[in-house]
C-alpha cells in the first residue's frame, strides 16, 4: 500500500521568508501523481500545486514551487516570501495513475510570524 | 471553476436525530465524490467513495448502515448520519474530481462541523 511521510508536525517562520515543507512517499508504481493541498483556518482545502510523477521539471505557482526528486520519493513544497495568509495546515497526497483515491500525509502546520 | 459546495456549514443536533449534508458541483459534472472525516488536528480520513447511479464504496471500519451516501446525479451526493451520537462529533468533508477521468485534482468543499450533544 502507499504511504505518505510529513515528518514536519510544525514549523514557525518570519513574514518574508522562504520555507520548505518535507513529503516522502512509498510506492511500486511508476507513474503517479503528486499534490499540496492547503487547510487554512476557515478548513476549506485549497489545492496549492501539482506534480506529474512523469514530469522531469518541477512544478511552479507563483511563490510555491516544489522540489521533485523521482528516485528518492521525496516531494518538497517551497513557499517563497512567505505571507501571513499562508499560514495554514498543509497536506502532501499521493494519487497513482488510474485511481481515485487520494492518499494523504498526516500534514504539517504552518505558521508564518508578523 | 470547479466549485464544489457543501451544506450546512455547521449543525448542532440531539443525540438520537439524523443529519444529511449534501455536496454539490456547481459548475461541473462528477461521477465521483468523496466523503471524509477529519478530527481536530489530524489528516482527512476517508470514509467511502460516491459513485454516481450506484451504492458507495465504504473504507474499512466505516459503517455503511451509520454513514448513509446517495449519489443520485452528476452533481449531488449525500451523507447522511443515522441516530447520531457524541461520538459522531466531527468535521466532514467531501470532494469530486471532474468527470474527464481519474488523474485529475480533488476540489473539496468547505466541510461540515457536526456537533451532537
Known amino acids: 500500500a502507499q504511504t505518505v511521510t510529513q515528518s514536519q508536525p510544525e514549523m514557525s517562520v518570519q513574514e518574508a521568508e522562504t520555507v520548505t515543507l518535507s513529503c516522502t512517499y512509498d510506492?511500486?508504481?511508476?507513474?503517479?501523481?503528486l499534490f499540496w493541498y492547503k487547510q487554512p483556518p476557515s478548513r476549506q482545502m485549497i489545492l496549492v500545486i501539482r506534480?506529474?510523477?512523469?514530469?522531469?521539471q518541477n512544478a511552479t505557482e507563483n511563490r510555491f514551487s516544489v522540489n521533485f526528486q523521482k528516485a528518492a520519493k521525496s516531494f518538497s513544497l517551497k513557499i517563497s516570501d512567505s505571507q501571513l495568509g499562508d499560514t495554514a495546515m498543509y497536506f502532501c497526497?499521493?494519487?497513482?495513475?488510474?485511481?481515485?483515491?487520494?492518499?494523504f500525509g498526516q500534514g504539517t502546520r504552518l505558521t508564518i510570524n508578523p | 471553476g470547479a466549485v464544489v459546495s457543501q451544506h450546512p456549514s455547521w449543525v448542532i443536533c440531539k443525540s438520537g436525530t439524523s443529519v444529511k449534508i449534501e455536496c454539490r458541483s456547481l459548475?461541473?459534472?462528477?461521477?465521483?465524490m468523496f466523503w471524509y472525516r477529519q478530527f481536530p488536528k489530524q489528516s482527512l480520513m476517508l470514509m467511502a467513495t460516491?459513485?454516481?447511479?450506484?451504492?458507495?464504496?465504504?473504507e474499512q471500519g466505516v459503517e455503511k448502515d451509520k454513514f448513509l451516501i446517495n449519489h443520485a446525479s452528476l452533481t449531488l451526493s449525500t451523507l447522511t448520519v443515522t441516530s447520531a451520537h457524541p461520538e459522531d462529533s466531527s468535521f466532514y468533508i467531501c470532494?469530486?474530481?471532474?468527470?474527464?477521468?481519474?488523474?485529475?485534482?480533488?476540489?473539496f468543499g468547505d466541510g461540515t462541523r457536526l456537533s451532537i450533544l
Open positions: 470532494s469530486a474530481s471532474l468527470r474527464q477521468g481519474a488523474n485529475q485534482p480533488q476540489h
Open positions: 510506492t511500486s508504481e511508476n507513474n503517479y501523481y
Open positions: 506534480q506529474e510523477a512523469y514530469k522531469q
Open positions: 497526497a499521493f494519487l497513482p495513475q488510474g485511481a481515485q483515491k487520494l492518499v
Open positions: 459548475d461541473f459534472q462528477a461521477t465521483t
Open positions: 460516491s459513485n454516481e447511479g450506484s451504492k458507495a464504496t465504504y
